[in-house]
């Protein structure tokens, strides 16, 4: 019996094993070490007998950290940062000329001189500040309203005026709106509009900085707190966290997105709450305060450099100004909420305060400075304006490495020239592969030198052999040279032949000889290389008041209205140039387009051993096949 | 005695039953390997998957910058392409990230903005679409937006697509031709090993963005010889796989198998002779390749496994009839899934397989 019993356990043990065995569900092995504390692989916590929502209110509000007060005094001394006399000048003059940018570039969108811009009235502290606490050479991923940063490093005026016009000085080359700048001699990336995107990439760059030997840089990251909203704003925060990024994320939570409130953007305590709960060391401060922000920063990134861990910082301001010049924000709040943030909370203002208590600056270096401020945009805006558009074929260029043959063989001459000079140029070629000379004809006019006179005016010889030569370089395979099978046409005027223009500054002889009829418009649209846009008469009346109100003044719009007025006075030139002003050589030009890049196809020849003889006739891919041309008669 | 019969019987019966599931379950298609090899020199025995873990492998060996990362990739990935990569070249270099899309995506542009080599994988090609906004509107634009002063050239995302026997809605689809629509990236889709490996090699040192789309049934089922040596096989052009005069069809990835079967049925059954192409760049594509075979054949069908409106097919199609319109003998025909969401149950009813390909193909040459 007790046999007969054990057997049965042994049975049942047996099955229970089994049933274990070939069960899928897989519990975890719980080491409930005294019931106290759990180890599950998705968190480590204490047990509780005790059922305990946690909401926005089971936590002290995150405090903000200040280092001046409303009247520009350091409360702690210990925490003003050691910065030279000259450094804080520079600071505050930096702030003053963003703002007077910001004036001067929103009133000329309002008269239609750009076709949009963003100020940054109100945030120019955390601009100034976090600039000044990083390196040079830390990498910025900003959103669009962080244009100090760009200024503080040391993008003049002229360039960041020479984007929102868009001219052939603008590195984009025109191709994005207003306020897109990018600077990569700086350390800039270009700016993009969809929100949030720059947050995992910035994450990406920082990890390849991890892995750089000797690496002493990090990646700063700016977002406003409506872009926090986004999927990759959260995807940026955990992914810094896991694979542990240099990073510093810069929120500039200012209130508003466009129109939505912050309260109607997010519950809980702001963007600075979601620090800790994702990994990151959070730090919230004043934004409205420079040398906060600057301090802040400073450390942030030291942490991230020396033990590579992602922070970060919540700076707190208010968007002074409308959300663009798309926008009217009077729609959505009142007067009365912005003087508050104008009067007692304006970085500048503050700043100014600080460094006049330092004796730095006083009212009479400041009315000089804004002056000189205001002429350097008003200038620049002046150059500007004389410079030329980008060249036409910039539309196309940079889509790809190499221009593909899709975008190559459409646009590369039939944007540029009409349709019968072109036709009266094959003809012409036709006429010398085939050794046939058009001698006389029907209709001949005593006028008619050449055939094609009869059909277009003022065709000179060298622009139908330019011509020519493009669409022989067109249709002749890429690996062999363009002068391989050329028709015995005399040599070409190689001086002439429209090389690529440069984005820079196209030279003058690159233009194909052309003779400009004014009666029979040659070209479509617009000659190239570029076109000159003729400075408009309306001046940019100079009402702005000196002293910093914080804020656009909105009634300015009407004031442009009217007509043209006097021509614009010459600004004087201000005697010396700023500090942060230094010219840069124009952007130089990739290669041409033909030429393939020197590490690219053709591949080394160890890689590509000469293809065996043709073996295998079904398969036709295995020989090299003649050059043929695309479109075989 | 009486046992084991009965044991023996029970055991062809389950053999039966489980052939008969892998039958069922079986791919719709023939592989084809290559009969030629972009090399003379040694070659392996490898799979698709290997194809790709050995390209990923010579990538990681050459380039210090290189590296590779998605979801579940450190254990070697869900289809085992980055298997042994993690033991290779260390955590920093093979790993894994948070389960999200779209920071993948993001991830590898900014590492490729800063120098590096980025391979990012997402596990399904179906999958891909929160990581949509960071490739068209992103690294498409990198280098336009900036002027050329800054691109992401150096990323390569890897993406397993198409049919496999059960994916159902989620784990079948073949997302090519809405990338195609983004100027500024490029679109690959290799049909076996040797292409595979040539392919991503020149994907991943393609200065402009690449989006590399993996059939995933053909990890396993596609075997080759293929070259040890490190190649590749440039982008934007098209391989003609089998020569003809009657027809020229046209597909890519597992697609190009049905049509190779379906031009030695058309051979055997018919005597006609079919140009078969396999497109394997999607963007660019070899304008040239296609317009010359139609222009010699003036049939043209096309097959693809996405949905017929608006799939790749499309554009080609619309092309040929600009281009070799007097040369057409019948009208562009499309065979490709229907225009509806991929099927668990119907896969063999939504694909387009050798009958349907076959049918259309009778059509076209009785036209």
């Given at each position: 019996m007790a046999l007969k019993t054990g057997v049965s356990f042994l049975k049942l043990t047996s099955l229970r094993q089994t049933c274990r065995v070939l069960s899928t569900h897989i519990r975890p092995e719980v080491q409930q070490n005294g019931a106290k504390n759990a180890d599950f692989p998705g968190a480590r916590a204490p047990y509780t007998g005790e059922i305990k929502f946690l909401d926005e209110n089971s936590y002290e509000p995150i405090p903000i950290y200040r280092v001046l007060d409303n009247n520009g005094k350091a409360a702690d001394k210990s925490h003003e940062p050691v910065l030279d006399r000259e450094a804080l000048r520079h600071m505050y003059k930096t702030m003053t000329q963003l703002n007077q940018m910001d004036k001067i570039l929103y009133e000329s969108q309002r008269q239609g001189r750009i076709s949009f811009y963003m100020t940054n009235y109100g945030e120019e502290g955390i601009h100034i500040g976090s600039a000044a606490a990083l390196d040079p050479k830390d990498l910025v991923y900003a959103q669009y309203r962080e244009v100090g940063v760009l200024l503080y490093r040391g993008m003049t005026v002229q360039e960041l005026v020479d984007q929102c016009y868009g001219n052939h000085r603008d590195p984009g080359k025109g191709r994005q709106m207003p306020v897109h700048y990018g600077c990569k001699r700086r350390s800039v990336v270009t700016i993009s509009s969809p929100l949030g995107t720059q947050m995992p990439q910035a994450v990406g760059s920082a990890y390849a900085y991890k892995r750089r030997a000797g690496n002493e840089n990090c990646v700063i990251c700016y977002f406003g707190e409506g872009a926090a909203s986004e999927g990759d704003a959260h995807a940026a925060f955990n992914f810094a966290a896991t694979l542990s990024c240099p990073i510093v994320f810069l929120c500039r939570n200012n209130g508003y997105a466009i129109s939505t409130p912050s309260n109607e953007q997010y519950r809980g305590d702001g963007i600075a709450a979601r620090g800790p709960a994702m990994g990151l060391r959070t730090l919230r401060v004043d934004g409205t305060d420079t040398l906060a922000v600057y301090n802040a920063v400073k450390q942030a990134r030291h942490i991230a450099v020396s033990e590579n861990k992602p922070i970060l910082v919540e700076a707190m301001c208010y968007r002074?100004?409308?959300?663009?010049?798309?926008?009217?924000?009077s729609a959505y709040r009142s007067l009365d909420e912005i003087a508050k943030w104008t009067k007692d909370e304006s970085p500048i203002q503050k700043m100014k305060l600080y460094l006049e208590q330092k004796g730095h600056w006083d009212d009479k270096a400041d009315n000089e400075w804004l002056k000189e401020a205001r002429n350097n945009v008003l200038l620049s805006i002046q150059e500007a304006e004389k410079q030329k558009k980008p060249?036409?074929?910039?539309?196309?260029?940079?889509?790809?490495?190499d221009m593909p043959p899709r975008i190559h063989l459409c646009t590369t001459l039939c944007l540029q020239w009409e349709p019968e000079v072109i036709a009266v140029a094959l003809m012409f070629l036709a006429g010398k592969l085939s050794k046939f000379e058009v001698v006389d004809w029907n209709g001949r006019m005593p006028a008619h030198n050449a055939w094609w006179d009869m059909f277009v005016?003022?065709?000179?010889m060298e622009l139908l052999e330019d011509i020519c030569h493009q669409v022989l370089d067109l249709y002749s395979p890429q690996t062999q040279s363009s002068g391989g099978e050329s028709p015995p046409l005399p040599p070409p005027s190689q001086n002439n032949r429209p090389e690529k223009i440069t984005g820079g500054t196209p030279p003058k002889n690159s233009s194909p000889p052309a003779p400009r009829s004014t009666t029979t418009p040659l070209k479509n649209g617009t000659d190239h290389p570029s076109v000159t846009e003729p400075p408009k008469s309306t001046t940019l009346t100079q009402t702005y008041s000196t002293s910093y109100a914080g804020m656009p003044s909105y009634s300015h719009t009407q004031q442009y209205s009217g007509p043209p007025v006097a021509p614009l006075p010459p600004p004087p030139m201000p005697p010396t140039l700023p500090p942060m002003v230094f010219s840069e050589p124009p952007p130089a030009r990739f290669p041409p387009v033909n030429v393939p890049p020197p590490n690219y196809f053709p591949p080394p020849p160890s890689l590509h051993p000469p293809r065996p003889a043709p073996s295998n006739a079904a398969h036709p891919h295995t020989h090299p096949l003649p050059p043929r041309p695309y479109y075989p008669p | 005695m009486n046992s084991l019969v009965r044991r023996s019987y029970f055991l062809t019966k389950v053999v039966k039953n489980v052939n008969d599931c892998a039958k069922r379950f079986s791919s719709h298609f023939i592989y084809y390997p290559d009969q030629h090899k972009p090399d003379d020199g040694q070659t392996t025995k490898m799979n698709m998957m290997q194809a790709i873990n050995n390209a990923m492998d010579l990538t990681l060996s050459s380039d210090p910058t290189a590296l590779l990362f998605g979801e579940d990739v450190a254990f070697g990935g869900v289809f085992r392409c980055a298997l042994g990569l993690q033991e290779k070249y260390g955590k920093d270099r093979v790993f894994n990230t948070p389960l999200c899309e779209q920071g993948i995506a993001g991830f590898g542009i900014g590492l490729a903005a800063a120098g590096a080599t980025a391979i990012a994988e997402i596990q399904f090609a179906d999958y891909i679409f929160p990581a949509f906004d960071q490739l068209v509107n992103e690294a498409a634009k990198a280098r336009y937006r900036s002027g050329g002063q800054w691109d992401c050239g150096a990323l390569t995302v890897r993406a397993p697509c198409g049919a496999v026997g059960h994916g159902g809605l989620y784990h079948s689809?073949?997302?090519?031709a809405f990338f195609a629509h983004a100027p500024g990236l490029k679109v690959v889709v290799p049909r076996g090993p040797i292409a595979a490996k040539g392919l991503l090699l020149s994907c991943i040192r393609e200065p402009d963005p690449c989006i590399f789309l993996e059939p995933k049934i053909l990890y396993r089922s596609a075997t080759e010889e293929v070259p040890n040596i490190d190649y590749m096989l440039p982008l934007g052009k098209a391989q003609i796989l089998r020569e003809g005069d009657a027809l020229t069809m046209i597909a890519w990835g597992t697609q190009v198998h049905v049509l190779l079967e379906v031009a030695e049925m058309a051979s055997e059954k018919l005597g006609v002779h079919c140009e078969v192409i396999?497109?394997?760049?999607?963007?660019?594509?070899?304008e040239e390749t296609v317009c010359n075979s139609v222009k010699k054949t003036g049939r043209v069908l096309i097959s693809h496994e996405a949905p017929l409106t608006c799939g790749f097919g499309a554009e080609i199609a619309a092309t040929i009839q600009e281009e070799c319109f007097l040369h057409l003998e019948a009208p562009v025909t499309r065979v490709t899934g229907w225009d509806a969401p991929f099927p668990h149950v119907f896969e063999p009813y939504y694909l387009p397989d050798k009958w349907r390909c076959y049918h259309a193909l009778t059509q076209l040459i009785n036209y």
């Amino acid at each position: 019996m007790a046999l007969k019993t054990g057997v049965s356990f042994l049975k049942l043990t047996s099955l229970r094993q089994t049933c274990r065995v070939l069960s899928t569900h897989i519990r975890p092995e719980v080491q409930q070490n005294g019931a106290k504390n759990a180890d599950f692989p998705g968190a480590r916590a204490p047990y509780t007998g005790e059922i305990k929502f946690l909401d926005e209110n089971s936590y002290e509000p995150i405090p903000i950290y200040r280092v001046l007060d409303n009247n520009g005094k350091a409360a702690d001394k210990s925490h003003e940062p050691v910065l030279d006399r000259e450094a804080l000048r520079h600071m505050y003059k930096t702030m003053t000329q963003l703002n007077q940018m910001d004036k001067i570039l929103y009133e000329s969108q309002r008269q239609g001189r750009i076709s949009f811009y963003m100020t940054n009235y109100g945030e120019e502290g955390i601009h100034i500040g976090s600039a000044a606490a990083l390196d040079p050479k830390d990498l910025v991923y900003a959103q669009y309203r962080e244009v100090g940063v760009l200024l503080y490093r040391g993008m003049t005026v002229q360039e960041l005026v020479d984007q929102c016009y868009g001219n052939h000085r603008d590195p984009g080359k025109g191709r994005q709106m207003p306020v897109h700048y990018g600077c990569k001699r700086r350390s800039v990336v270009t700016i993009s509009s969809p929100l949030g995107t720059q947050m995992p990439q910035a994450v990406g760059s920082a990890y390849a900085y991890k892995r750089r030997a000797g690496n002493e840089n990090c990646v700063i990251c700016y977002f406003g707190e409506g872009a926090a909203s986004e999927g990759d704003a959260h995807a940026a925060f955990n992914f810094a966290a896991t694979l542990s990024c240099p990073i510093v994320f810069l929120c500039r939570n200012n209130g508003y997105a466009i129109s939505t409130p912050s309260n109607e953007q997010y519950r809980g305590d702001g963007i600075a709450a979601r620090g800790p709960a994702m990994g990151l060391r959070t730090l919230r401060v004043d934004g409205t305060d420079t040398l906060a922000v600057y301090n802040a920063v400073k450390q942030a990134r030291h942490i991230a450099v020396s033990e590579n861990k992602p922070i970060l910082v919540e700076a707190m301001c208010y968007r002074v100004g409308h959300h663009s010049t798309s926008d009217d924000s009077s729609a959505y709040r009142s007067l009365d909420e912005i003087a508050k943030w104008t009067k007692d909370e304006s970085p500048i203002q503050k700043m100014k305060l600080y460094l006049e208590q330092k004796g730095h600056w006083d009212d009479k270096a400041d009315n000089e400075w804004l002056k000189e401020a205001r002429n350097n945009v008003l200038l620049s805006i002046q150059e500007a304006e004389k410079q030329k558009k980008p060249n036409w074929r910039e539309m196309l260029e940079d889509v790809y490495y190499d221009m593909p043959p899709r975008i190559h063989l459409c646009t590369t001459l039939c944007l540029q020239w009409e349709p019968e000079v072109i036709a009266v140029a094959l003809m012409f070629l036709a006429g010398k592969l085939s050794k046939f000379e058009v001698v006389d004809w029907n209709g001949r006019m005593p006028a008619h030198n050449a055939w094609w006179d009869m059909f277009v005016e003022d065709i000179t010889m060298e622009l139908l052999e330019d011509i020519c030569h493009q669409v022989l370089d067109l249709y002749s395979p890429q690996t062999q040279s363009s002068g391989g099978e050329s028709p015995p046409l005399p040599p070409p005027s190689q001086n002439n032949r429209p090389e690529k223009i440069t984005g820079g500054t196209p030279p003058k002889n690159s233009s194909p000889p052309a003779p400009r009829s004014t009666t029979t418009p040659l070209k479509n649209g617009t000659d190239h290389p570029s076109v000159t846009e003729p400075p408009k008469s309306t001046t940019l009346t100079q009402t702005y008041s000196t002293s910093y109100a914080g804020m656009p003044s909105y009634s300015h719009t009407q004031q442009y209205s009217g007509p043209p007025v006097a021509p614009l006075p010459p600004p004087p030139m201000p005697p010396t140039l700023p500090p942060m002003v230094f010219s840069e050589p124009p952007p130089a030009r990739f290669p041409p387009v033909n030429v393939p890049p020197p590490n690219y196809f053709p591949p080394p020849p160890s890689l590509h051993p000469p293809r065996p003889a043709p073996s295998n006739a079904a398969h036709p891919h295995t020989h090299p096949l003649p050059p043929r041309p695309y479109y075989p008669p | 005695m009486n046992s084991l019969v009965r044991r023996s019987y029970f055991l062809t019966k389950v053999v039966k039953n489980v052939n008969d599931c892998a039958k069922r379950f079986s791919s719709h298609f023939i592989y084809y390997p290559d009969q030629h090899k972009p090399d003379d020199g040694q070659t392996t025995k490898m799979n698709m998957m290997q194809a790709i873990n050995n390209a990923m492998d010579l990538t990681l060996s050459s380039d210090p910058t290189a590296l590779l990362f998605g979801e579940d990739v450190a254990f070697g990935g869900v289809f085992r392409c980055a298997l042994g990569l993690q033991e290779k070249y260390g955590k920093d270099r093979v790993f894994n990230t948070p389960l999200c899309e779209q920071g993948i995506a993001g991830f590898g542009i900014g590492l490729a903005a800063a120098g590096a080599t980025a391979i990012a994988e997402i596990q399904f090609a179906d999958y891909i679409f929160p990581a949509f906004d960071q490739l068209v509107n992103e690294a498409a634009k990198a280098r336009y937006r900036s002027g050329g002063q800054w691109d992401c050239g150096a990323l390569t995302v890897r993406a397993p697509c198409g049919a496999v026997g059960h994916g159902g809605l989620y784990h079948s689809q073949s997302p090519e031709a809405f990338f195609a629509h983004a100027p500024g990236l490029k679109v690959v889709v290799p049909r076996g090993p040797i292409a595979a490996k040539g392919l991503l090699l020149s994907c991943i040192r393609e200065p402009d963005p690449c989006i590399f789309l993996e059939p995933k049934i053909l990890y396993r089922s596609a075997t080759e010889e293929v070259p040890n040596i490190d190649y590749m096989l440039p982008l934007g052009k098209a391989q003609i796989l089998r020569e003809g005069d009657a027809l020229t069809m046209i597909a890519w990835g597992t697609q190009v198998h049905v049509l190779l079967e379906v031009a030695e049925m058309a051979s055997e059954k018919l005597g006609v002779h079919c140009e078969v192409i396999d497109l394997m760049s999607i963007l660019p594509w070899d304008e040239e390749t296609v317009c010359n075979s139609v222009k010699k054949t003036g049939r043209v069908l096309i097959s693809h496994e996405a949905p017929l409106t608006c799939g790749f097919g499309a554009e080609i199609a619309a092309t040929i009839q600009e281009e070799c319109f007097l040369h057409l003998e019948a009208p562009v025909t499309r065979v490709t899934g229907w225009d509806a969401p991929f099927p668990h149950v119907f896969e063999p009813y939504y694909l387009p397989d050798k009958w349907r390909c076959y049918h259309a193909l009778t059509q076209l040459i009785n036209y």
